[in-house]
């Protein structure tokens, strides 16, 4: 699994280094800056929690995979667009592990 992330972070970034804005849709979301990029987040977020809604009602679960495909997807993009990406998040995670979900709510009202 952390190959394709890892893949996928490389092709992201070579996308936004190295594409035409015209051919990638990738690198036209870089171009087009953060808030275009935050906007399809919020977009794909708002998918995922329809799509999740119908999945509980159909029990048809493809389109919240698919969706939810949409919003990691974009999400990727805006970690690379500010610098970051998956390994980032993995080890954010790897950190957390192994914590109650309170606990580590309650840690992060004491970190900078």
Do not use: C
Request: aromatic fraction near 4%; hydrophobic fraction near 40%; charged fraction near 35%.
């Amino acid at each position: 699994m952390s190959d394709l992330l890892r893949e996928l972070d490389a092709v992201l970034e070579s996308r936004k280094q190295d594409a035409d804005a015209g051919s990638s849709y990738v690198a036209s979301l870089h171009a087009k800056g953060l808030n275009k990029i935050l906007e399809k987040v919020g977009e794909e977020a708002t998918e995922v929690i329809l799509a999740a809604k119908d999945a509980e009602r159909d029990g048809d679960r493809e389109a919240m995979i698919a969706e939810t495909a949409d919003l990691w997807f974009h999400s990727l993009v805006m970690l690379s667009h500010l610098g970051a990406d998956s390994r980032d998040v993995l080890r954010e995670l790897g950190r957390r592990f192994g914590l109650s979900g309170l606990e580590e709510k309650a840690a992060r009202g004491t970190r900078p």
